[in-house]
């Protein structure tokens, strides 16, 4: 079992950052591949950036050269840095964690692929 915890949520002005952070417990963190996913009111759960066991990462168009996704095995967490947020930043976001990967596999980026999940934090961005 893997318990996923995120942290670092809130409500920012367009134009500002925000850093979310995602604390894993339980199995081996470094065995994981880690993702960030988003929810916003009345649409489905989106992909907004994933890391593979070995640092590979992918981003969602959208986010792409605003978010950067980190991760600390040592530490066992997950970092998604969000810079220049934008108002349609706006959403619940979730850490996610996909077991029986193998250290070359590519991110993966569909919900369906992960898991376990934490329980989401609100991320608010007003115009």
């Known amino acids: 079992q893997v318990q996923l915890v995120e942290s670092g949520g809130g409500s920012v002005q367009a134009g500002h950052s925000l850093t979310l952070s995602c604390a894993a417990s339980?199995?081996?963190?470094?065995?994981?591949?880690m993702g960030w996913f988003r929810q916003a009111p009345g649409k489905a759960r989106d992909i907004v950036a994933s890391i593979g066991r070995s640092g590979g990462t992918t981003y969602a168009d959208s986010v792409k050269g605003r978010f950067a996704i980190s991760r600390d095995n040592d530490k066992k967490t997950v970092t998604l840095q969000m810079n220049n947020l934008k108002p349609e930043d706006t959403a619940v976001y979730y850490c996610?964690?996909?077991?029986?990967?193998?250290?070359?596999?590519?991110?993966?980026?569909?919900?369906?692929?992960?898991?376990?999940w934490g329980q989401g934090i609100q991320v608010t961005v007003s115009s």
């Open positions: 996610a964690a996909k077991s029986g990967t193998i250290l070359t596999s590519p991110p993966a980026t569909r919900s369906e692929e992960y898991d376990y």
């Open positions: 339980g199995r081996q963190f470094s065995r994981l591949a």
